[in-house]
């Protein structure tokens, strides 16, 4: 079962904006709303940062929001701060034949 | 509080079993649909399985199916994850995860810390 595809690594001095990408097929982020995306700094579990492609749970600040076009989806980090300094996971449904499928992660770094 | 506390993890021959416990509080178990997801150390996030609030609908990564089974009991709040026919590749870290929704939303919005499988001769 193939991952979606994210960009190794992604970075960006405080305070400015970092954006990461997510891409799969018409299979998976293509064909459902059914996007998460999870932060895991190291050493620790990953925390759930975006679900349904752009909804935050409580407690998740404004400063992260996410999208989707067509077959890829997007993490924004606003005004990176150096806590935001860790590992970025996207998932998705992957329908019958995968039915869930992670992305390979990105390394966020804070300059 | 939300809780998941993980159990079961240890060092255990290729081809041997091993059953891991995921213990629950905080939070409506019953309601819940459930996942087991795990990390080779230094990897990425893989997903290996995912049961339903009732148990009616289970699921497996290709990479386990046929040799894990995933169950739960609501009444002890608890979800187990049967693996059997151990790899030196299923050596990972396992989580459980609790689901937003109880059947799938494919959203794990709390999770445990995890417990190490080593599978080694």
């Known amino acids: 079962q193939s991952a979606l595809t994210q960009p190794p690594s992604a970075s960006g001095s405080p305070g400015q904006s970092v954006t990461i990408s997510c891409t799969g097929t018409s299979s998976d982020v293509g064909s459902y709303n059914r996007v998460s995306w999870y932060q895991q700094p190291p050493g620790t579990a990953p925390k759930l940062m975006i679900y349904e492609v752009s909804n935050r749970p409580s407690g998740v600040p404004d400063r992260f929001s996410g999208s989707k076009s067509g077959n890829t989806a997007s993490l924004t980090v606003s005004g990176l701060q150096p806590e935001d300094e860790a590992d970025y996971y996207c998932s998705s449904h992957g329908g019958s034949d995968r039915f869930y499928v992670f992305g390979t992660g990105t390394k966020v770094t804070v300059l | 509080e939300v809780q998941l506390v993980e159990s079961g993890g240890g060092l255990v021959q290729p081809g041997r079993s091993l059953r891991l416990s995921c213990a629950t509080s905080g939070f409506a178990f019953d309601d819940s649909a459930m996942h087991w997801v795990r990390q080779a150390p230094g990897k990425g996030l893989e997903w290996v399985s995912s049961?339903?609030?009732?148990?009616?609908?289970?699921h497996y990564a290709d990479s386990v199916r046929g040799r894990f089974t995933v169950s739960r009991d609501n009444a002890q709040n608890s979800l187990y994850l049967q693996m059997n026919s151990l790899r030196p590749e299923d050596t990972a870290f396992y989580y459980c995860?609790?689901?937003?929704?109880?059947?799938?939303?494919?959203?794990?919005?709390?999770w445990g810390q995890g417990t190490l499988v080593t599978v080694s001769s």
């Open positions: 049961i339903s609030w009732n148990s009616d609908r289970l």
């Open positions: 995860g609790k689901d937003r929704l109880r059947y799938f939303d494919w959203a794990v919005d709390s």
